[in-house]
Protein backbone atom coordinates (compact mmCIF):
# COMPACT_ATOMS: atom_id res chain seq x y z
CA UNK A 1 0.00 0.00 0.00
CA UNK A 2 1.49 3.52 -1.02
CA UNK A 3 1.46 6.22 1.94
CA UNK A 4 2.08 9.60 1.43
CA UNK A 5 5.08 9.60 4.09
CA UNK A 6 6.80 7.04 1.74
CA UNK A 7 5.69 7.53 -1.86
CA UNK A 8 6.87 5.20 -4.43
CA UNK A 9 9.90 6.25 -6.85
CA UNK A 10 9.56 6.15 -10.72
CA UNK A 11 12.43 3.20 -10.84
CA UNK A 12 10.39 1.02 -8.76
CA UNK A 13 6.84 1.74 -10.68
CA UNK A 14 6.72 3.87 -13.54
CA UNK A 15 3.23 4.76 -13.43
CA UNK A 16 3.48 5.72 -9.47
CA UNK A 17 1.85 8.66 -8.69
CA UNK A 18 3.41 12.11 -8.02
CA UNK A 19 1.83 14.31 -5.08
CA UNK A 20 -1.06 16.59 -6.63
CA UNK A 21 -2.24 18.49 -3.22
CA UNK A 22 -5.12 20.81 -3.97
CA UNK A 23 -4.66 24.43 -2.74
CA UNK A 24 -6.54 24.96 0.40
CA UNK A 25 -5.57 28.80 -0.37
CA UNK A 26 -9.27 28.60 -1.83
CA UNK A 27 -11.51 28.60 1.42
CA UNK A 28 -10.75 31.23 3.65
CA UNK A 29 -11.82 30.08 7.40
CA UNK A 30 -12.25 32.80 9.98
CA UNK A 31 -10.76 32.20 13.13
CA UNK A 32 -14.33 32.36 15.04
CA UNK A 33 -17.60 31.29 14.29
CA UNK A 34 -21.08 32.29 15.92
CA UNK A 35 -24.51 30.90 15.53
CA UNK A 36 -26.70 31.56 12.47
CA UNK A 37 -30.32 33.01 14.17
CA UNK A 38 -32.41 34.99 12.30
CA UNK A 39 -30.31 35.60 9.15
CA UNK A 40 -27.60 37.00 11.83
CA UNK A 41 -24.47 35.44 13.42
CA UNK A 42 -24.52 35.66 16.98
CA UNK A 43 -22.41 34.48 20.25
CA UNK A 44 -23.92 31.93 21.99
CA UNK A 45 -26.10 33.50 25.05
CA UNK A 46 -23.34 32.21 27.32
CA UNK A 47 -20.43 33.06 25.40
CA UNK A 48 -18.96 28.91 25.33
CA UNK A 49 -16.73 28.10 22.45
CA UNK A 50 -15.09 24.91 21.91
CA UNK A 51 -12.85 23.96 18.89
CA UNK A 52 -12.96 22.52 15.28
CA UNK A 53 -10.14 20.22 14.39
CA UNK A 54 -8.46 18.90 11.31
CA UNK A 55 -8.77 15.35 11.72
CA UNK A 56 -5.57 14.95 9.21
CA UNK A 57 -2.77 17.22 10.97
CA UNK A 58 -5.11 17.82 14.66
CA UNK A 59 -4.70 21.55 13.73
CA UNK A 60 -7.28 23.97 15.55
CA UNK A 61 -9.04 24.98 12.22
CA UNK A 62 -11.63 27.85 14.15
CA UNK A 63 -13.43 28.45 17.08
CA UNK A 64 -17.10 27.92 17.34
CA UNK A 65 -19.86 29.07 19.21
CA UNK A 66 -21.42 26.31 21.86
CA UNK A 67 -24.95 26.62 21.37
CA UNK A 68 -27.26 26.61 24.61
CA UNK A 69 -31.00 26.16 25.46
CA UNK A 70 -31.38 29.65 25.45
CA UNK A 71 -29.91 29.76 21.63
CA UNK A 72 -31.99 26.71 20.88
CA UNK A 73 -35.23 28.72 21.89
CA UNK A 74 -33.97 31.98 19.90
CA UNK A 75 -33.80 29.69 16.98
CA UNK A 76 -37.10 28.00 17.17
CA UNK A 77 -38.55 31.58 17.71
CA UNK A 78 -37.26 32.87 15.07
CA UNK A 79 -37.79 29.62 12.89
CA UNK A 80 -41.15 29.89 13.93
CA UNK A 81 -41.93 33.86 13.15
CA UNK A 82 -40.72 33.08 9.69
CA UNK A 83 -42.66 30.35 8.81
CA UNK A 84 -45.65 32.07 8.92
CA UNK A 85 -44.67 33.90 5.37
CA UNK A 86 -42.79 30.90 4.28
CA UNK A 87 -45.15 28.44 4.05
CA UNK A 88 -47.80 30.51 2.20
CA UNK A 89 -45.17 31.44 -0.03
CA UNK A 90 -46.28 30.40 -3.82
CA UNK A 91 -44.56 27.13 -4.01
CA UNK A 92 -42.95 28.39 -7.59
CA UNK A 93 -41.15 31.29 -5.20
CA UNK A 94 -39.95 29.24 -2.76
CA UNK A 95 -38.19 27.09 -5.45
CA UNK A 96 -36.66 30.44 -6.90
CA UNK A 97 -34.86 30.29 -3.46
CA UNK A 98 -34.03 26.83 -3.57
CA UNK A 99 -32.40 26.78 -7.20
CA UNK A 100 -30.64 30.40 -6.20
CA UNK A 101 -29.22 27.67 -3.14
CA UNK A 102 -28.62 24.88 -5.63
CA UNK A 103 -26.94 27.20 -8.23
CA UNK A 104 -24.45 28.86 -5.49
CA UNK A 105 -23.38 25.44 -3.99
CA UNK A 106 -22.23 24.61 -7.76
CA UNK A 107 -20.45 28.24 -7.99
CA UNK A 108 -18.65 27.57 -4.64
CA UNK A 109 -18.58 23.64 -4.60
CA UNK A 110 -14.54 23.58 -4.92
CA UNK A 111 -14.51 26.08 -1.82
CA UNK A 112 -16.64 23.50 -0.02
CA UNK A 113 -14.97 20.78 -1.42
CA UNK A 114 -12.01 21.83 0.19
CA UNK A 115 -13.35 23.15 3.48
CA UNK A 116 -15.38 19.54 3.89
CA UNK A 117 -11.74 17.95 3.32
CA UNK A 118 -9.81 20.21 6.06
CA UNK A 119 -13.19 19.29 8.68
CA UNK A 120 -13.73 16.01 8.00
CA UNK A 121 -10.65 14.05 6.84
CA UNK A 122 -12.13 12.40 3.80
CA UNK A 123 -10.52 12.73 0.30
CA UNK A 124 -10.73 15.63 -1.75
CA UNK A 125 -11.95 13.31 -4.71
CA UNK A 126 -14.70 12.44 -2.63
CA UNK A 127 -15.97 15.53 -1.38
CA UNK A 128 -15.75 17.14 -4.69
CA UNK A 129 -16.27 14.26 -6.54
CA UNK A 130 -19.49 12.86 -5.27
CA UNK A 131 -20.90 15.37 -2.29
CA UNK A 132 -20.97 18.45 -3.79
CA UNK A 133 -22.69 17.22 -6.58
CA UNK A 134 -24.77 15.64 -5.05
CA UNK A 135 -25.44 18.62 -2.41
CA UNK A 136 -26.44 20.47 -5.15
CA UNK A 137 -28.57 18.10 -6.85
CA UNK A 138 -30.73 17.99 -4.09
CA UNK A 139 -31.16 21.36 -3.92
CA UNK A 140 -32.03 21.27 -7.77
CA UNK A 141 -34.33 17.78 -7.58
CA UNK A 142 -36.99 19.70 -4.30
CA UNK A 143 -36.66 23.24 -5.83
CA UNK A 144 -38.45 21.31 -8.55
CA UNK A 145 -40.87 19.54 -6.23
CA UNK A 146 -41.97 22.84 -4.55
CA UNK A 147 -44.94 23.70 -6.96
CA UNK A 148 -45.51 20.24 -7.56
CA UNK A 149 -46.90 19.15 -3.84
CA UNK A 150 -50.56 18.69 -4.96
CA UNK A 151 -49.05 16.10 -7.32
CA UNK A 152 -46.97 13.99 -4.57
CA UNK A 153 -49.54 11.49 -3.98
CA UNK A 154 -50.07 13.23 -0.27
CA UNK A 155 -53.82 14.66 -1.03
CA UNK A 156 -54.50 18.14 -2.95
CA UNK A 157 -52.66 21.09 -0.82
CA UNK A 158 -51.13 19.01 1.62
CA UNK A 159 -49.62 21.42 4.43
CA UNK A 160 -46.25 21.79 5.95
CA UNK A 161 -45.38 20.87 9.64
CA UNK A 162 -43.69 23.92 10.80
CA UNK A 163 -40.38 23.92 12.73
CA UNK A 164 -38.44 21.50 12.00
CA UNK A 165 -35.23 20.78 14.02
CA UNK A 166 -32.28 18.71 12.54
CA UNK A 167 -29.70 17.29 13.95
CA UNK A 168 -27.20 15.89 11.52
CA UNK A 169 -24.04 13.93 11.82
CA UNK A 170 -20.29 14.15 11.08
CA UNK A 171 -19.30 11.72 7.99
CA UNK A 172 -21.25 13.58 5.18
CA UNK A 173 -21.73 17.43 6.99
CA UNK A 174 -23.23 19.01 3.48
CA UNK A 175 -24.64 15.76 2.33
CA UNK A 176 -26.96 15.24 5.29
CA UNK A 177 -27.82 19.03 5.73
CA UNK A 178 -29.23 19.04 2.28
CA UNK A 179 -30.86 15.66 2.56
CA UNK A 180 -32.86 17.32 5.56
CA UNK A 181 -33.16 21.07 4.87
CA UNK A 182 -34.39 20.88 0.94
CA UNK A 183 -37.38 19.02 1.43
CA UNK A 184 -38.12 20.95 4.45
CA UNK A 185 -38.05 24.33 2.71
CA UNK A 186 -39.39 22.79 -0.45
CA UNK A 187 -42.65 22.15 1.27
CA UNK A 188 -42.78 24.97 3.26
CA UNK A 189 -40.98 24.37 6.70
CA UNK A 190 -38.81 26.52 8.57
CA UNK A 191 -35.48 25.25 9.84
CA UNK A 192 -33.57 24.80 12.83
CA UNK A 193 -30.38 22.61 11.82
CA UNK A 194 -27.93 21.80 14.68
CA UNK A 195 -24.32 20.11 12.88
CA UNK A 196 -22.37 17.63 14.14
CA UNK A 197 -19.70 19.34 16.87
CA UNK A 198 -16.46 17.65 14.70
CA UNK A 199 -18.05 19.22 11.53
CA UNK A 200 -19.84 22.70 11.88
CA UNK A 201 -17.86 24.76 9.06
CA UNK A 202 -19.48 23.61 6.37
CA UNK A 203 -23.15 24.17 8.22
CA UNK A 204 -21.96 27.48 8.92
CA UNK A 205 -20.33 28.42 5.16
CA UNK A 206 -24.02 27.42 3.97
CA UNK A 207 -25.75 29.79 6.36
CA UNK A 208 -23.53 32.45 4.64
CA UNK A 209 -25.03 31.14 1.11
CA UNK A 210 -28.37 30.98 2.37
CA UNK A 211 -27.81 34.95 2.72
CA UNK A 212 -26.37 35.03 -0.51
CA UNK A 213 -29.32 33.42 -1.89
CA UNK A 214 -30.89 36.26 -0.40
CA UNK A 215 -33.30 33.85 1.42
CA UNK A 216 -35.41 35.42 3.70
CA UNK A 217 -34.22 35.48 7.80
CA UNK A 218 -35.37 32.87 10.03
CA UNK A 219 -35.95 30.40 7.18
CA UNK A 220 -33.16 28.42 8.18
CA UNK A 221 -31.39 28.80 11.60
CA UNK A 222 -27.95 26.46 12.17
CA UNK A 223 -26.94 26.02 16.21
CA UNK A 224 -23.56 24.67 16.65
CA UNK A 225 -22.70 22.55 19.60
CA UNK A 226 -22.53 19.14 21.24
CA UNK A 227 -24.82 16.64 22.36
CA UNK A 228 -26.39 19.00 24.80
CA UNK A 229 -27.48 21.12 22.40
CA UNK A 230 -28.78 18.22 20.43
CA UNK A 231 -31.07 17.29 22.85
CA UNK A 232 -32.10 21.04 23.48
CA UNK A 233 -33.31 21.06 20.10
CA UNK A 234 -35.18 18.00 20.37
CA UNK A 235 -37.03 18.62 23.23
CA UNK A 236 -38.41 22.56 22.51
CA UNK A 237 -41.99 22.33 23.06
CA UNK A 238 -41.45 24.70 19.76
CA UNK A 239 -40.37 21.97 17.22
CA UNK A 240 -43.00 20.24 15.11
CA UNK A 241 -40.91 17.53 13.41
CA UNK A 242 -37.19 16.07 14.11
CA UNK A 243 -35.13 14.35 11.67
CA UNK A 244 -32.11 12.58 13.14
CA UNK A 245 -29.14 10.79 11.30
CA UNK A 246 -26.70 9.51 13.42
CA UNK A 247 -25.96 6.50 16.01
CA UNK A 248 -28.94 4.12 16.69
CA UNK A 249 -27.97 4.68 20.85
CA UNK A 250 -28.37 8.45 20.10
CA UNK A 251 -31.77 7.93 18.14
CA UNK A 252 -33.43 5.25 20.70
CA UNK A 253 -33.00 8.22 23.14
CA UNK A 254 -34.49 11.03 20.55
CA UNK A 255 -37.60 8.45 20.17
CA UNK A 256 -37.90 7.70 23.90
CA UNK A 257 -37.92 11.85 24.56
CA UNK A 258 -40.07 12.76 21.98
CA UNK A 259 -42.67 9.52 23.13
CA UNK A 260 -45.83 11.33 23.61
CA UNK A 261 -45.14 14.84 22.33
CA UNK A 262 -46.90 14.68 19.06
CA UNK A 263 -43.70 15.59 17.66
CA UNK A 264 -43.09 14.23 14.18
CA UNK A 265 -39.73 12.12 13.54
CA UNK A 266 -37.81 10.27 10.79
CA UNK A 267 -34.64 8.42 11.99
CA UNK A 268 -31.46 7.62 9.79
CA UNK A 269 -29.72 5.20 12.66
CA UNK A 270 -27.30 2.60 12.47
CA UNK A 271 -26.69 -0.01 10.27
CA UNK A 272 -24.13 -3.25 9.03
CA UNK A 273 -24.81 -3.71 5.41
CA UNK A 274 -24.44 -7.37 3.67
CA UNK A 275 -22.43 -7.06 0.23
CA UNK A 276 -23.10 -10.58 -1.37
CA UNK A 277 -21.01 -12.02 -3.70
CA UNK A 278 -22.15 -15.28 -5.46
CA UNK A 279 -20.07 -17.95 -7.34
CA UNK A 280 -20.94 -17.04 -11.25
CA UNK A 281 -19.87 -12.65 -10.28
CA UNK A 282 -17.41 -11.04 -11.94
CA UNK A 283 -14.58 -11.00 -9.45
CA UNK A 284 -13.02 -7.86 -10.29
CA UNK A 285 -15.97 -6.02 -10.24
CA UNK A 286 -17.09 -7.40 -7.40
CA UNK A 287 -13.91 -6.28 -5.75
CA UNK A 288 -14.00 -2.81 -6.98
CA UNK A 289 -18.09 -2.90 -5.25
CA UNK A 290 -16.42 -4.51 -2.11
CA UNK A 291 -13.46 -1.82 -2.03
CA UNK A 292 -16.20 1.02 -2.33
CA UNK A 293 -18.59 -0.45 0.01
CA UNK A 294 -16.28 -0.70 3.25
CA UNK A 295 -13.78 1.83 2.36
CA UNK A 296 -15.62 4.74 1.03
CA UNK A 297 -15.22 7.39 3.06
CA UNK A 298 -12.71 5.21 5.81
CA UNK A 299 -15.56 2.72 6.31
CA UNK A 300 -17.63 5.54 8.41
CA UNK A 301 -20.88 5.41 6.12
CA UNK A 302 -23.80 4.21 7.88
CA UNK A 303 -25.00 1.47 5.03
CA UNK A 304 -21.27 0.63 4.31
CA UNK A 305 -21.03 -3.05 3.27
CA UNK A 306 -19.12 -4.06 6.34
CA UNK A 307 -20.20 -8.25 6.12
CA UNK A 308 -19.12 -9.05 3.05
CA UNK A 309 -20.99 -12.83 2.36
CA UNK A 310 -18.68 -14.86 -0.42
CA UNK A 311 -19.64 -17.96 -1.55
CA UNK A 312 -18.32 -20.61 -0.46
CA UNK A 313 -16.57 -22.23 -3.77
CA UNK A 314 -14.87 -18.55 -4.65
CA UNK A 315 -13.72 -17.66 -1.31
CA UNK A 316 -9.92 -17.88 -1.85
CA UNK A 317 -10.46 -16.38 -5.27
CA UNK A 318 -12.16 -13.13 -4.17
CA UNK A 319 -9.73 -12.95 -0.48
CA UNK A 320 -6.71 -12.62 -3.40
CA UNK A 321 -7.91 -10.48 -5.69
CA UNK A 322 -9.40 -8.33 -2.81
CA UNK A 323 -5.92 -8.75 -0.93
CA UNK A 324 -4.13 -7.44 -4.34
CA UNK A 325 -6.72 -4.53 -4.85
CA UNK A 326 -6.03 -3.26 -0.98
CA UNK A 327 -2.51 -3.41 -1.26
CA UNK A 328 -2.61 -0.93 -4.10
CA UNK A 329 -5.33 2.01 -1.84
CA UNK A 330 -3.03 5.26 -0.85
CA UNK A 331 -3.57 6.50 2.46
CA UNK A 332 -2.80 10.08 3.89
CA UNK A 333 -3.70 13.50 3.16
CA UNK A 334 -6.63 14.12 2.24
CA UNK A 335 -5.93 16.88 -0.13
CA UNK A 336 -4.20 14.94 -2.41
CA UNK A 337 -6.20 14.07 -5.41
CA UNK A 338 -4.54 10.32 -5.51
CA UNK A 339 -5.69 9.88 -1.90
CA UNK A 340 -8.01 7.12 -1.08
CA UNK A 341 -8.63 6.79 2.31
CA UNK A 342 -8.20 10.02 4.16
CA UNK A 343 -8.36 10.38 8.29
CA UNK A 344 -10.51 8.96 10.88
CA UNK A 345 -12.86 12.22 11.67
CA UNK A 346 -11.73 12.23 15.30
CA UNK A 347 -9.75 10.57 18.57
CA UNK A 348 -13.06 9.79 19.42
CA UNK A 349 -13.91 7.66 16.73
CA UNK A 350 -10.45 5.94 16.21
CA UNK A 351 -10.53 4.92 19.89
CA UNK A 352 -13.91 2.98 19.50
CA UNK A 353 -12.35 1.59 15.83
CA UNK A 354 -9.13 0.43 17.53
CA UNK A 355 -11.70 -1.38 20.12
CA UNK A 356 -13.86 -3.16 17.78
CA UNK A 357 -11.29 -4.12 16.12
CA UNK A 358 -9.64 -5.55 19.25
CA UNK A 359 -12.37 -7.61 19.99
CA UNK A 360 -12.17 -9.73 16.55
CA UNK A 361 -8.72 -10.48 17.10
CA UNK A 362 -9.46 -12.06 21.04
CA UNK A 363 -12.12 -13.43 19.89
CA UNK A 364 -10.30 -15.65 17.23
CA UNK A 365 -11.07 -13.77 13.63
CA UNK A 366 -8.05 -13.80 11.47
CA UNK A 367 -7.07 -10.04 10.83
CA UNK A 368 -5.27 -8.89 7.93
CA UNK A 369 -3.68 -5.23 6.84
CA UNK A 370 -1.54 -4.20 3.48
CA UNK A 371 1.54 -2.94 4.46
CA UNK A 372 1.15 0.50 5.55
CA UNK A 373 2.87 3.36 6.76
CA UNK A 374 0.31 5.52 8.35
CA UNK A 375 0.99 9.59 8.71
CA UNK A 376 2.55 10.99 12.20
CA UNK A 377 -0.29 13.69 12.95
CA UNK A 378 -4.03 13.25 12.79
CA UNK A 379 -6.56 10.23 13.48
CA UNK A 380 -5.59 7.15 10.88
CA UNK A 381 -6.64 3.39 10.88
CA UNK A 382 -5.11 0.97 7.52
CA UNK A 383 -7.84 -0.96 6.05
CA UNK A 384 -8.44 -4.10 7.73
CA UNK A 385 -9.76 -7.22 6.38
CA UNK A 386 -11.36 -9.99 9.32
CA UNK A 387 -11.77 -13.78 7.94
CA UNK A 388 -12.80 -16.71 9.85
CA UNK A 389 -15.65 -14.39 11.14
CA UNK A 390 -18.51 -16.62 12.35
CA UNK A 391 -21.81 -14.83 12.64
CA UNK A 392 -21.50 -14.95 16.50
CA UNK A 393 -18.20 -12.42 16.78
CA UNK A 394 -18.62 -9.00 17.95
CA UNK A 395 -17.32 -7.50 14.47
CA UNK A 396 -19.90 -8.99 12.68
CA UNK A 397 -22.54 -7.52 14.98
CA UNK A 398 -21.50 -4.40 16.06
CA UNK A 399 -21.51 -1.48 13.90
CA UNK A 400 -17.73 -0.39 13.38
CA UNK A 401 -18.00 2.43 11.54
CA UNK A 402 -14.81 2.62 10.08
CA UNK A 403 -12.29 0.69 7.31
CA UNK A 404 -12.86 -2.72 8.87
CA UNK A 405 -14.47 -5.65 7.04
CA UNK A 406 -15.77 -8.57 8.50
CA UNK A 407 -15.78 -11.62 5.56
CA UNK A 408 -18.06 -14.96 6.39
CA UNK A 409 -18.87 -17.37 3.99
CA UNK A 410 -22.60 -19.12 2.38
CA UNK A 411 -23.59 -22.35 0.12
CA UNK A 412 -26.79 -21.23 -1.07
CA UNK A 413 -28.79 -18.46 -1.76
CA UNK A 414 -30.77 -18.93 1.41
CA UNK A 415 -27.70 -19.44 3.91
CA UNK A 416 -26.75 -16.29 1.99
CA UNK A 417 -30.14 -14.61 2.73
CA UNK A 418 -30.37 -15.90 6.25
CA UNK A 419 -27.30 -14.54 7.46
CA UNK A 420 -27.87 -11.20 5.73
CA UNK A 421 -31.08 -10.33 7.90
CA UNK A 422 -29.26 -11.75 10.85
CA UNK A 423 -28.43 -8.67 11.98
CA UNK A 424 -30.38 -5.86 14.69
CA UNK A 425 -30.08 -3.34 11.41
CA UNK A 426 -31.28 -3.16 8.33
CA UNK A 427 -30.24 -0.29 5.99
CA UNK A 428 -28.78 -1.88 3.14
CA UNK A 429 -27.09 -4.46 1.10
CA UNK A 430 -25.58 -5.70 -2.09
CA UNK A 431 -25.27 -8.65 -4.69
CA UNK A 432 -23.04 -9.32 -7.22
CA UNK A 433 -24.21 -11.99 -9.26
CA UNK A 434 -24.67 -12.38 -13.36
CA UNK A 435 -28.39 -13.65 -13.19
CA UNK A 436 -31.13 -11.10 -13.05
CA UNK A 437 -33.53 -13.40 -11.56
CA UNK A 438 -31.49 -14.42 -8.83
CA UNK A 439 -30.93 -10.65 -8.21
CA UNK A 440 -34.65 -10.06 -7.77
CA UNK A 441 -35.32 -13.14 -6.00
CA UNK A 442 -32.36 -12.53 -3.10
CA UNK A 443 -33.62 -9.08 -2.63
CA UNK A 444 -37.09 -9.23 -2.29
CA UNK A 445 -35.98 -11.33 0.96
CA UNK A 446 -33.45 -8.97 2.40
CA UNK A 447 -34.90 -7.15 5.14
CA UNK A 448 -32.78 -3.33 3.93
CA UNK A 449 -33.90 -0.43 3.01
CA UNK A 450 -31.31 -0.14 0.20
CA UNK A 451 -30.03 -3.06 -2.01
CA UNK A 452 -27.75 -2.29 -4.65
CA UNK A 453 -27.09 -4.99 -7.51
CA UNK A 454 -23.78 -5.30 -9.04
CA UNK A 455 -23.09 -1.93 -7.50
CA UNK A 456 -22.56 -0.12 -4.07
CA UNK A 457 -22.73 3.19 -2.47
CA UNK A 458 -24.57 4.95 -5.17
CA UNK A 459 -27.04 7.59 -4.54
CA UNK A 460 -29.43 9.65 -6.30
CA UNK A 461 -31.78 12.61 -4.95
CA UNK A 462 -35.06 11.02 -6.63
CA UNK A 463 -34.12 7.56 -4.59
CA UNK A 464 -35.35 7.03 -1.33
CA UNK A 465 -33.04 6.14 1.42
CA UNK A 466 -33.88 4.55 4.93
CA UNK A 467 -33.90 1.65 6.96
CA UNK A 468 -35.77 -0.84 9.21
CA UNK A 469 -35.16 -2.30 12.48
CA UNK A 470 -32.46 -0.67 14.50
CA UNK A 471 -31.53 1.36 11.44
CA UNK A 472 -34.43 3.26 11.80
CA UNK A 473 -37.78 4.81 10.11
CA UNK A 474 -38.95 6.96 7.44
CA UNK A 475 -37.32 7.46 4.14
CA UNK A 476 -35.18 10.39 2.78
CA UNK A 477 -34.79 11.14 -0.74
CA UNK A 478 -37.22 10.90 -3.62
CA UNK A 479 -40.81 11.75 -3.78
CA UNK A 480 -41.10 9.70 -0.45
CA UNK A 481 -38.90 12.19 1.59
CA UNK A 482 -41.65 14.73 0.85
CA UNK A 483 -44.26 12.95 2.88
CA UNK A 484 -41.91 13.23 6.13
CA UNK A 485 -42.28 17.15 6.10
CA UNK A 486 -45.86 17.43 5.20
CA UNK A 487 -49.03 17.00 7.34
CA UNK A 488 -50.53 13.97 5.70
Partial sequence: MASKNAPETASANPFAYAPAPESRSV???????????????AEAADGKVFKSVSPSTE??????????????????????????KWSVLPGAERAKYLFRIARIIQERSRELAVLETLDNGKPIKETRDADLPLVAAHFFY????????????????PRPLGVAGQVIPWNFPLLMLAWKIAPALATGNTVVLKPAETTPLSA????????????????????????????????????????????????KAIARQIAGTGKRATLELGGKGANIVFDDAPVDQAVEGIVTGIFFNQGQVCCAGSRLLVQESVHDEVLDALKRRLA?????????????????NSAEQLARIKTLADAGEAEGAERWSPACELPSSGYWFAPTVFTNVTQAHTIARDEIFGPVLSVLTFRTPDEAVAKANNTQYGLSAGIWTEKGSRILAVANK??????????????????????YKESGYGREGGRHGLEAYLDV
Avoid at 151 to 156: E, I, N, P, S
Avoid at 215 to 231: E, F, K, Q, W, Y
Avoid at 236 to 248: L, Y
Avoid at 328 to 340: A, S
Wanted: aromatic letters at 10%; one cysteine or more.
Fill in 204 to 251: LFFADICRQAGLPRGVVNIVTGDGSTGAALVGHPGVDKVAFTGSTAVG
Fill in 328 to 344: TLRVGDPLDKNTDLGAI
Fill in 142 to 157: YAGWADKLDHAGYGAS
Fill in 27 to 41: VDIAPSYGLFIDGEF
Fill in 446 to 467: LRAGVVWANTFNKFDPTSPFGG
Fill in 59 to 84: EVLSEVAQGGEDDVDRAVKAARAAFG
